[in-house]
């Protein structure tokens, strides 16, 4: 019997705990800005981004990562943007196309919401992240030089954007 492959699907409230996991498991100064979780957790999914804003990648029927999309902001004025605000894939799935997977159905939700614009930030140290972020369209549109100190290293913020118009 051969693999399916990743299936992609909108999150539900009953992956909460799951991607709570999932976003421990995965958490590495190459990505996270935040000081890694400590007992006891937070819940995953907050009052501004629940289940909805979530796109999770299954895999032999297991969770095994996840995209969250929103509004960068909550301005009228740029309501027709949306936000890639976190990307992770479990270790086990890494190089079986989850998260290029993940990326396409992030740019599809964004394109049903009506965005013109899709928009994400990357640390400039993460050179995997960047260059998938560059074969599926995105381009670097400003450099925060040495905006964050992470293990003792200044690390730039990459905001990379691509448009969602024909």
């Known amino acids: 019997m051969s693999d399916p492959g990743p299936h992609i699907r909108v999150a539900a409230p009953e992956d909460e705990e799951a991607l709570g996991r ?3 498991a995965t958490w590495s100064t190459l990505h996270a ?6 007992p006891p957790y ?4 907050t009052e501004r981004f629940g289940p909805r804003d979530h796109l999770v ?4 029927g297991r969770l095994v990562g996840y995209v969250r999309v929103g509004f960068p ?3 009228d004025a740029n309501a027709h943007v949306r936000q890639i605000q976190g990307l992770a894939v479990d270790e086990s799935a890494r190089g079986r196309g989850v998260g290029r997977l993940l990326l396409r159905a992030a740019v599809g939700e964004a394109r049903r919401q009506g965005a013109r614009r899709l928009t ?6 993460n050179t995997p992240a960047r260059k998938l972020y560059e074969a599926e369209g995105f381009v670097v549109e400003g450099v925060l ?8 290293e200044y690390v730039d913020d990459v905001l990379m954007g691509r448009s969602l118009l024909p």
């Open 22 to 24: 999932l976003d421990r």
């Open 33 to 38: 800005v935040k000081p890694r979780d400590q």
């Open 42 to 45: 937070q819940p995953f999914f």
């Open 57 to 60: 990648a299954e895999l032999g």
């Open 73 to 75: 902001t909550p301005l």
């Open 120 to 125: 994400l930030r990357v640390l400039g140290h």
């Open 145 to 152: 030089p040495e905006e964050f100190l992470l293990a003792g």
